[in-house]
């Protein structure tokens, strides 16, 4: 699958079908503009709860309320017509139980009209990602490492190394068979993303894996410079956002200083000069 300006938004289950086929493209998104820079160009958006972070300058994203998600979550969805948009639960949302966790996907899928809906964990999770989809909440699962278990992983290190490969393992499979319809595979070695997206029925996405994920995604804003707090490895900057905006922010205070902005392009004359005769 690959998005084309006049498509139709995939439905959850053609991200699944792409299993093996072209990768699929994601970027997150938290704005009606920045969504509609890229709904051309993605398979699917995920309104990331990365948000706390990038936009509301939070240190993790356990900070993170349901209303910050579905403020963000209308916003992107007025910037989309031809990616489907999937949208995170945040910290605290959807742990407690399958019935906690019903009742907040459905208020997010409700009020944003978000395609799907993601959650971090694994087989720890899986009786949850059973019962939702059992009940018409389309999952995509997020396991290795999983941001809002910062504090019990002790940093945002590498999972999966070593002899935790098998945890990792097995908590792809188990999301797989609870009927997630993909999973994102966050900073793990590059050979056990790929044994994994060969082992299990259901798409990979690629975030500090491997390129032969069955897609990618990548922070807007880490991709863009915008976000500039720290840079991750696995983060490629495709522009220079942050950078170019200091400049310009630079130079317009300049000119305010000089009075050389406005200049006379900028600013009303009394009287709209009369047309000539004859015309
Ligand atoms: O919140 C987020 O942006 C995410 C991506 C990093 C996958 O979960």
Known sequence: MSATADKKAPLPDDIRAAKGGTPLVSLTAYTTPMAQMMDAHCDFVLVGDSVGMVLHGLPSTLGVTMEMMIMHGKAVARGLSSAMMVIDLPFGSYEESPEQAFGNAARLMAQTSAGAVKLEGGVHMAKTIAFLVARGIPVMAHIGLTP????????????????????????????????????????????????????????????????????????????????????????????????????????????????????????????????????
């Open 148 to 279: 809002q278990s910062v504090n019990t992983l002790g940093g945002y290190k590498v999972q999966g190394r070593d002899a935790a490969a098998t945890a990792v393992i097995a908590d792809a499979q188990a999301v797989s068979d609870a009927g997630a319809f993909a999973v994102v595979l966050e900073k793990i070695p590059q050979s056990l993303a790929d044994q994994i997206t060969a082992d299990i029925a259901i798409p990979t996405i690629g975030i500090g894996a491997s390129a032969g994920c069955d897609g990618q995604i990548l922070v807007v804003d880490d991709m863009l410079g915008l976000f500039t707090a720290f840079k991750a490895k696995f983060v490629k900057r495709y522009a220079h956002l942050g950078d170019d905006g200091a400049a310009a922010i630079a130079a317009y205070a300049h000119d305010v200083r000089a009075r050389t902005f406005p200049a006379p392009e900028h600013v009303f004359a009394d009287q709209i000069p009369a047309p000539a005769k004859g015309k």
